[in-house]
């Protein structure tokens, strides 16, 4: 079992930054592939980043490309997501969640995390 917490959401203004924080606790002697979604209220969850086991396998989102980065520290078991230029349209809940996937690698689908946190609110406002 894996817990995972976030935290570092807020309110900012458009161009913006902020980080977001995944701490995981639990079984985290097995890394996992950990992400990154967002949702807002009456759409599906929108898939933002994700790294891989090893951290070498990265994707991001079309929408956040060039503005967001997802790292991770292995020593405090925790995954960050840097989001600069932040947009009126980023305001969202964010998720961090985390898969022991096949060949270590994160996936896009939502549906394919075992783990996820509680989410923490971004508001971006105009």
């Known amino acids: 079992q894996v817990q995972l917490v976030e935290s570092g959401g807020g309110l900012v203004q458009a161009g913006g930054s902020l980080r977001l924080s995944c701490a995981a606790s639990?079984?985290?002697?097995?890394?996992?592939?950990t992400g990154w979604f967002r949702q807002v209220p009456e759409k599906e969850r929108e898939f933002v980043a994700t790294?891989?086991?090893?951290?070498?396998?990265?994707w991001v989102a079309d929408s956040v490309k060039g503005r967001f980065t997802i790292s991770r520290d292995n020593a405090k078991s925790t995954t960050y997501l840097q989001m600069s230029s932040l947009k009126p349209e980023d305001t969202a809940v964010y998720y961090c969640?985390?898969?022991?996937?096949?060949?270590?690698?994160?996936?896009?689908?939502?549906?394919?995390?075992?783990?996820w946190g509680q989410g923490t609110q971004v508001t971006v406002s105009s």
């Open positions: 790294m891989s086991q090893n951290g070498r396998v990265i």
């Open positions: 639990g079984s985290t002697s097995t890394t996992y592939a």
């Open positions: 969640a985390a898969r022991a996937g096949m060949y270590g690698l994160g996936s896009r689908s939502p549906t394919e995390y075992r783990y």
